[in-house]
């Protein structure tokens, strides 16, 4: 079974998405720390963020991994080949960075191969903005968070403060502007509501309301929609479309 969780940045995907995961019991899986982790690793290289090709050809030569600490059900870590990108991919230059990586179509392709074998099997909650459009887009439950970009601002700045980083508000503000139009905007799968999605606007919501209203429903879909293990045998990619070198 997948919980797929869309949305804008700063809309609260993944803390609601890990929180998500460990009352389910889901396996947790996050498309975007994996564009990121690339992003990071081309930066060091000077790789151009706008050549697709490049960037492709570079994420194919190397696995994206997530690693668990003991008796741990989210991960804790992410590496790109053999390098840990864990502690770099969460800084305001990679959140600049990370809208030309992720809207290069020729890289797309083959993220979408590594997302795909990485939640072939199993219960996941997976966060993204293209998750129930075209990730997995038979996901068994589909929710679109959104909020006001003023309070997605306000909750990027407090993160930022919390992580030690230093941070602007307004700055902040402008970078989500840019953000949504970019992704909204791109050619290849842009950042859109799925047809069959749940679109919920957490803008007044606290993320303990937000986490118990998946939740409900979640489990009212394993209960109605799935075996007897709770989806926990299913093949997640049953169905879908080979992927080529580009992402449709």
């Given at each position: ?25 889901f ?6 720390a994996?564009?990121?982790a ?70 797309r ?80 799968a842009?950042?859109?509501v ?28 394993r ?26």
């Amino acid at each position: 079974m997948i919980i797929a969780i869309d949305g804008p940045a700063g809309s609260g995907k993944s803390s609601v998405a890990k929180t998500v995961a460990l009352r389910m019991g889901f396996h947790y899986l996050d498309t975007g720390a994996m564009y990121r982790a690339v992003a990071v690793a081309a930066m060091r290289r000077g790789i151009d963020l706008s050549d697709g090709v490049a960037l492709r050809d570079f994420s194919k030569s190397r696995r994206i991994r997530f690693a668990y600490e003991k008796g741990e059900v989210l991960p804790s870590r992410v590496f790109f080949g053999d390098e840990e990108m864990t502690d770099f991919i969460r800084t305001p230059e990679v959140d600049r960075a990370v809208s030309p990586v992720s809207g290069c179509p020729e890289l797309r392709g083959d993220m979408l191969e590594k997302q795909r074998m990485l939640g072939a099997v199993g219960n996941y909650v997976v966060e993204g903005r293209d998750i129930g459009t075209v990730v997995f887009p038979n996901a068994a439950l589909k929710v679109f968070l959104t909020a006001c970009v003023e309070e997605r601002a306000r909750r990027r700045t407090l993160q930022n403060e919390r992580r030690g980083i230093d941070s602007d508000y307004e700055s902040i503000l402008q970078a989500l502007k840019d953000r949504d139009n970019f992704d909204m905007n791109r050619d290849v799968a842009p950042l859109a509501v799925a047809e069959d999605a749940l679109e919920l606007d957490t803008t007044d919501m606290s993320e303990e309301e937000v986490v118990d209203y998946i939740v409900k429903l979640a489990q009212r879909v394993r209960d109605e929609v799935c075996g007897a293990d709770g989806g926990a045998g299913d093949d997640n990619t049953a169905g879908l479309p080979e992927i080529g070198d580009e992402c449709a």
